[in-house]
Structure formats: C-alpha cells, structure tokens
C-alpha cells in the first residue's frame, strides 16, 4: 500500500508542476506559480526539482504561412501576401524578449521598412497600407475580413499609399493602378 501511495503522490507532484507548462503558461509571464514541494528531503522532491530544472522553453521560429509571425510553437495563418512580410524575412530577427515572449526583435532596419521610422531617403507620411490583404490605405491600422480578391493584387504591385493634397491617406490615382484595377475586376 506505500508504494500505491509513494507512486501516486510523486505522479501528482509532478502533475502540479507541469501543469502551467502543459497549459502553455510560464511562471513570470502569467502569474502562475508552480506549487512548493512539501517535503524537500523525500526522494519523489529531489526527481521532481531535477526534471523541472531541465526543462527550457521552446526555441522561437519564424511561422504563419508567409513567415510574418515569431513563435514558440506553429500558428496557422490565410495565405495572404502583403508587402510588409518581406521586411521580416530580410530584417527580422525572431527571439524571446526579456519577459520570455517571442516576437521580432525591433531594430532601425525593421522599423524603417516597415514604414515606422525615418526610412532613408526622407520621413514617412504617416500613411500605412492595413486591412487583411492590403487593401486599404488608411493613417492607422484597419481591421477588415479576410477574404481575397484579384483587384488588392494591383495595389501591392502598382499602388502608391501616400497623403494626398487635402492630407487624406489614399492610393495615388494612377494610370497603370487603374488598368490593373478594371481588368482585375472584370469590367
């Protein structure tokens, strides 16, 4: 009977704390606390300390399905392409911050091709291009549904996301944007 309650007790003193990294949470990021062990002397302490002193985070990896996301595990994106997603893959650097979260590392080099920055050559106008297929061009970042369709293809090739005379951000009328735009659409 000692030994049922010996195995069951450290089986649950090992479930406690692993509990939080199963759950996906991490002591400093989360609040969580993994749990004290009672007795420090027993044998099932001393296995149960040593096992959790080796377990190490997952590395951080570049994912989503155009390499625009830094995570510590897969995540499953639409297949959009925006014109921002090369800056990451030429510039981003993918890796856990001081509080343990992985994320792109904020560097001139990525700030600067993103549009955030003093990009060389002069300042940027405040305009970004946003929505889920970048197909908008707004002052700040819009939220829009996902869906795809051939016209948002003519603004990242031949769109120009700029203010225009009255300060308004919008796509700059151009003649190959609006050729692309009518024969996309099938007008």
């Given at each position: 009977m000692k030994l049922f309650t010996t195995r069951h007790g450290f089986a649950f003193t090992l479930l406690l704390l692993c509990a939080p990294l199963l759950a996906g949470a991490n002591a400093a990021g989360r609040g969580h606390e993994v749990p004290a062990i009672e007795d420090e002397g027993s044998a099932s302490a001393g296995v149960v300390s040593a096992a959790a002193g080796r377990i190490k985070p997952r590395p951080c990896m570049v994912t989503g399905c155009s390499g625009?996301?830094?995570?510590?595990?897969?995540?499953?994106?639409?297949?959009?392409?925006?014109?921002?997603?090369?800056?990451?893959?030429?510039?981003?650097?993918?890796?856990r911050d001081a509080s343990g979260r992985c994320g792109w590392r904020e560097t001139s080099e990525l700030e600067a091709c993103l549009g955030g920055g003093e990009a060389p050559g002069g300042p940027s106008d405040g305009c970004v291009v946003t929505g889920c297929s970048g197909q908008i061009c707004a002052s700040e970042p819009v939220i829009t549904t996902c869906e795809w369709r051939e016209e948002y293809a003519c603004y990242g090739k031949l769109g120009v996301c700029e203010r225009?005379?009255?300060?308004?951000?919008?796509?700059?009328?151009?003649?190959?944007l609006d050729a692309c735009l009518e024969s996309a659409s099938g007008i």
């Amino acid at each position: 009977m000692k030994l049922f309650t010996t195995r069951h007790g450290f089986a649950f003193t090992l479930l406690l704390l692993c509990a939080p990294l199963l759950a996906g949470a991490n002591a400093a990021g989360r609040g969580h606390e993994v749990p004290a062990i009672e007795d420090e002397g027993s044998a099932s302490a001393g296995v149960v300390s040593a096992a959790a002193g080796r377990i190490k985070p997952r590395p951080c990896m570049v994912t989503g399905c155009s390499g625009q996301i830094c995570a510590s595990e897969p995540v499953y994106t639409t297949c959009e392409w925006r014109e921002e997603y090369a800056c990451y893959g030429e510039h981003g650097i993918c890796e856990r911050d001081a509080s343990g979260r992985c994320g792109w590392r904020e560097t001139s080099e990525l700030e600067a091709c993103l549009g955030g920055g003093e990009a060389p050559g002069g300042p940027s106008d405040g305009c970004v291009v946003t929505g889920c297929s970048g197909q908008i061009c707004a002052s700040e970042p819009v939220i829009t549904t996902c869906e795809w369709r051939e016209e948002y293809a003519c603004y990242g090739k031949l769109g120009v996301c700029e203010r225009d005379a009255s300060g308004a951000c919008g796509w700059r009328d151009t003649p190959e944007l609006d050729a692309c735009l009518e024969s996309a659409s099938g007008i």
